[in-house]
């Protein structure tokens, strides 16, 4: 299988401390890669490493092709991010949100029209594309960013927490549209405080006080660590962490 990222010895370090230390893995072409880690763990910083947003103190890391170091802005323009917080314009309309975020994608101008009106019309949102954003729920906004996030069919998409805050059903189906997006090509890198996501992702990271305590598919983690889900793996690694803050 193809690599579409490759982390070798990464390290993001603030002085003496070391936010991200000296971890390594690679993610295959159409994976689902779960990035997770207790609150302090690192993860947060070395997601931003990856997005070209924050440059390592050492060690490399090639994201779709390009050096996270060496060639950023490459990176960004072949991926996609969908933030922690809500990341689009509550004061623009669904419509003027998606030709926003196009422009900036740098789709072709003939193609963003009629991508619109497919996205609309598989989200449900025909009837309220003039609609400003914030008036919608959060759980259409969720998956209105993500498919946003995804309009210029980049290789990868990072997500970061991306459920927060919504309702079992609307997670349910914002996994579906991951599995969507994954049957069409893309990479999946994502975070998320809920274990029982971590058991819909192909493989699974733990990070811990700055480095990968466990990198394994959620089966192999819970035989393992002989526990009944990943909420008892990640509670076993976890437990022992001595930083309490991101």
Known sequence: MKKVIEVENLTKAFGRFKAVDQISFEVEKGEIFGFLGA???????????????????????????YDIRTQPEMIKKNIGYMSQKFALYEDLSVAENIRFYAGIYQVPEIEIAPRTLE???????????????????????????????????PG???????????????????WEM?????????????TTHYMDEAEYCDRVS???????AALDTPANLKKK????????????LARNASRKAD
């Open 178 to 190: 991951i599995y969507e997006a994954t049957d069409s090509g893309i990479t999946v890198f994502v």
């Open 156 to 174: 990868i998409v990072f997500l970061d927490e991306p459920t927060g805050g919504v309702d079992p059903v609307t997670r349910r189906q914002f």
């Open 119 to 153: 996205l609309l019309n598989r989200l449900g949102l025909e009837n309220e594309k003039d609609s400003l954003v914030k008036a919608l729920p959060l759980g259409w906004k969720q998956k209105l960013a993500f498919s946003v996030a995804i309009f210029h069919h």
């Open 39 to 65: 609150n302090g763990a690192g993860k947060t910083t070395a997601m931003r490493m990856l997005c070209g947003l924050s440059i390592p103190t050492s060690g490399k890391a090639i994201v779709a092709g």
């Open 206 to 212: 733990i990070m811990v006080d700055g480095k990968i």
């Open 225 to 236: 660590f002989e526990a009944n889900n990943m909420d008892e793996v990640f509670y076993r």
